[in-house]
């Protein structure tokens, strides 16, 4: 099981000597990325097999026993987000190698790249607060960098709000770790659950504020979202991809599942402050992104209210709403990129992302009209793609609960995402074409490929949704549900 | 107590980044936000009557103070360190930019 | 950018070897005292900053280029993790300490913790110095453009 650290290991190592061969040709860096992204991705595949077997593993690096050593804890959680991260990277990757042409430093664009998925795999995998924040860190600092890629007057605007704001995240955070060790004594994740068990004094609760406000600063719930529909559509259109796709997820909401589910334990207050800020953003998201002119801005805002729905699922406690949070995670990852890339693609060709400069381009761009057509109906919730059945999970869960007025509110806002969709697709690509638009053509090949893929991920997670759920999802909510035995599984195991 | 002063510096800071218009001055105020928090880390290590937590020849089974923080202490400025290089290579191609440094008339994304 | 007075110059000639080894001490003793990668590898650093503050940035770019500096960066960096890679080759665990432990407060101890302090140290002054030359250099950058 030697395989666990090369996650973390291998992306560094690639960064680096991607800085070092910077000086030869475009094809060498290229090839390199891809091929490291490849296999990481295939290695995350192979992870599910040997999971089934060993059950919850901890990998103890250096040979140090926890609660003293740093150790890396894989369960069904982690691997479920490291096989989003993952795969979303190589076919970003892939876009990437024929968008980038028209930046000049690609070598150093591909380097800060594998930075941010070293950094978004190490805060997956850790089982340790100080490894979360240190690579919470290296992700973060990786993306404000990316972000300002393409040094234009808004690019630098956008990423220094993103930066100032995600900052002052990061300090709260590390404020609550160490609020945390002067209350307990250790860093160790399952240590520390083990030792807050019963107790509730006044710190203890201010630690869990500022981990909510630090995390849910950095996945973008409602009072804290005011830097994503900066930086999001300013980033060049794979960075907004890994960005909305994944970087949320890994840094925000997963490090929240994990806090509060694991190691400090979901009480009656912790569920409703979850529920009342997922249906806040769904509700703020999707009304704000009803009157916005510039693509990719609608599909930030888009990406705050898919979010809210994320975490109203988790709110909900059983069984259903988490099974069906989680699985929105995944559709939400394919979905959403899919619908960036496209974006990206739309702008590469016509060099626009104003709405009302656009109209039917799906005659001269086929592939990307018909791919965007297939994200934004299942964004939507219609059978048969993947988002159905992750709504229909999320609202079985809330009616079991018994909150019928939020499934309602859920259900509304269902149909108000499928309406700004369907403004959007209207206005983009269906509809009678410009004349300044008639000499376009469709985006190179890679571009297209990788779009493709992410369609038939769509698709097909939607058709077989049932094994999905068994194979992958299933031992993800069941660490979820356990809550605070995972604690006396790492330690004892 | 002193962890009090620390919040205090912290609300300094925050200060900094919320009132002021100039974006050299935010950078400054995030920066002392990092130092309060540092300075609250390794005030956490503190023993009474410790001494540095060195072990050398003559030392003898003397009460240490909490070695941990400061470990901890070290990477989060080495983090700060980068943060801030890149803040404030960004305040710098901004001003080239846009040809001020004034928060208020940097606004062209809205809505 | 121009240099300094001819004090600091000479004083900097007289200063600057010293500084240099006061920063490879702290880095090589860092599992004895306090100190250890970081500090060492910022002290080696502004040790070059020094210098290109003093002779000014003309005379500077022919001895310290960007290029070595991001090399040396990188090379640090890939020294560490071969290190920490090398773990699971000889003992079965990412970052086992594999070479012998020695004897407490002596230099030769503590396994690999000293190897890997020299790559971290590189790494840090490296970095350190690339960015004060990109900082600096993009000065440059903006003052040529201002003529036209």
Redesign the interface.
């Known amino acids: 099981m030697n395989l666990i650290p090369l996650f973390i290991a291998v992306p560094l190592g690639v960064a680096f000597i991607l800085a070092l061969l910077g000086k030869f040709k475009e094809v060498v860096s290229d090839l390199l990325a891809a091929l490291s992204t490849l296999s990481l991705a295939i290695l995350s595949f192979v992870l599910i097999g040997q999971l089934k077997t060993h059950g919850i593993f901890v990998y103890t690096v250096g040979k140090w026993t926890p609660p003293w050593g740093i150790n890396l804890v894989l369960d069904g959680l982690s691997l479920l987000m490291l096989i989003v991260i993952n795969t979303v990277s190589f076919l970003v990757i892939l876009y990437s190698v024929s968008y980038m042409k028209k930046f000049t430093a690609k070598s150093r664009y591909y380097a800060l790249f594998m930075l941010m998925l070293a950094g978004m795999n190490g805060v997956v995998l850790t089982g340790d607060f100080f490894n979360l924040f240190v690579f919470s860190e290296v992700a973060a600092i990786s993306s404000y960098a990316l972000v300002a890629f393409g040094v234009e007057a808004e690019e630098l605007e956008a990423s220094f709000k993103y930066m100032v704001m995600g900052s002052i995240a990061s300090i709260l955070i590390l404020f609550s770790v160490g609020l945390l060790y002067g209350l307990t004594g250790s860093l160790n994740m399952a240590d520390v659950g083990r030792m807050i068990q019963g107790r509730r004094n006044v710190f203890l609760s201010f630690s869990m504020t500022l981990f909510l406000a630090g995390f849910g600063l950095k996945a973008a719930v409602i009072p804290f979202h005011a830097w994503l529909p900066d930086a999001h559509p300013s980033a060049p259109a794979p960075i907004s991809a890994m960005l909305s796709g994944v970087l949320i997820k890994a840094l925000g909401v997963y490090a929240l599942m994990r806090i509060f589910f694991n190691v400090f334990g979901m009480g009656l207050q912790l569920y409703w402050t979850f529920m009342i800020l997922g249906c806040v953003s769904m509700i703020g998201g999707g009304l704000l992104a009803l009157r916005q002119e510039d693509l990719k801005r609608l599909l930030a805002y888009s990406s705050i209210s898919q979010i809210g729905y994320i975490i109203l699922g988790l709110g909900c406690g059983n069984y259903w709403g988490i099974m069906g949070a989680l699985f929105h995670l995944l559709n939400h990852a394919s979905f959403k990129s899919l619908l960036f890339l496209n974006s990206g693609a739309v702008e590469y060709s016509t060099g626009t992302r104003k709405l009302e400069k656009m109209g039917g381009l799906s005659k001269v761009m086929p592939v990307t009209g018909a791919t965007s057509t297939i994200a934004s109906l299942s964004i939507s919730g219609i059978p048969p793609f993947n988002g159905f059945w992750s709504k229909l999970f999320i609202i079985i869960g809330l009616i079991q609960a018994g909150h019928f007025v939020l499934a309602v509110i859920t259900i509304l806002v269902s149909v108000l995402t499928l309406a700004y969709y369907l403004r959007m697709q209207r206005y983009a690509f269906f509809g009678k074409l410009k004349e300044s638009l008639e000499k376009i053509k469709e985006a190179p090949f890679l571009m297209s490929f990788s779009v493709i893929v992410l369609a038939i991920i769509c698709l097909g997670v939607g058709i077989l949704f049932y094994p999905v759920m068994k194979i992958v999802l299933e031992p993800a909510v069941e660490v979820l549900q356990e809550g605070i035995r995972y604690s006396s599984l790492v330690l004892g195991g | 107590m002193i962890f009090f002063l620390c919040f205090v510096i912290?609300l300094i800071g925050?200060y900094c980044?919320i009132v002021k218009k100039n974006?050299l001055k935010?950078v400054i105020g995030?920066a002392i936000?990092?130092y309060a928090?540092n300075l609250?880390?390794i005030l956490?290590g503190y023993r009474w009557e410790g001494v540095?937590a060195?072990?050398?020849?003559t030392v003898t089974q003397a009460k240490f103070v909490d070695p941990?923080?400061q470990a901890?202490v070290?990477?989060?400025?080495?983090?700060s360190?980068?943060?801030l290089?890149?803040?404030?290579?960004?305040?710098?191609?901004?001003h080239?930019?846009?040809k001020t440094f004034d928060i208020t008339k940097?606004?062209?994304?809205k809505? | 950018m121009k240099g300094m007075t001819i004090i600091v110059k000479t004083i900097t000639k007289f200063l600057s070897p010293l500084i240099i080894l006061f920063g490879v001490y702290i880095v090589l003793h860092g599992h004895l005292t306090p100190g250890g990668g970081f500090p060492g590898g910022v002290m080696i650093a502004s040790c070059f900053i020094l210098l290109t503050l003093a002779y000014g940035k003309e005379a500077a770019y022919k001895k310290l280029k960007r290029s070595t500096s991001s090399v040396v960066e990188s090379l640090g960096v890939l020294i560490f993790l071969i290190f920490a890679l090398l773990g699971i080759f000889v003992g079965g665990y990412f970052f086992l300490n594999f070479l012998p432990l020695g004897h407490p407060l002596k230099i030769i101890s503590a396994g690999i913790i000293p190897l890997c302090y020299i790559g971290v140290g590189l790494e840090v002054a490296g970095a350190i110095f690339a960015v004060f030359l990109a900082l600096v250099l993009f000065k440059a950058g903006e003052e040529k453009e201002k003529p036209q």
């Open positions: 912290f925050l980044v974006i935010i995030i936000m990092e928090v609250f880390l956490l540095p060195i072990v050398t020849e941990l923080p901890l070290l990477t989060a400025i080495v983090i360190i980068a943060t290089a890149l803040m404030v290579s960004l305040c710098i191609r901004i080239q930019r846009y940097i606004r062209r994304l809505g």
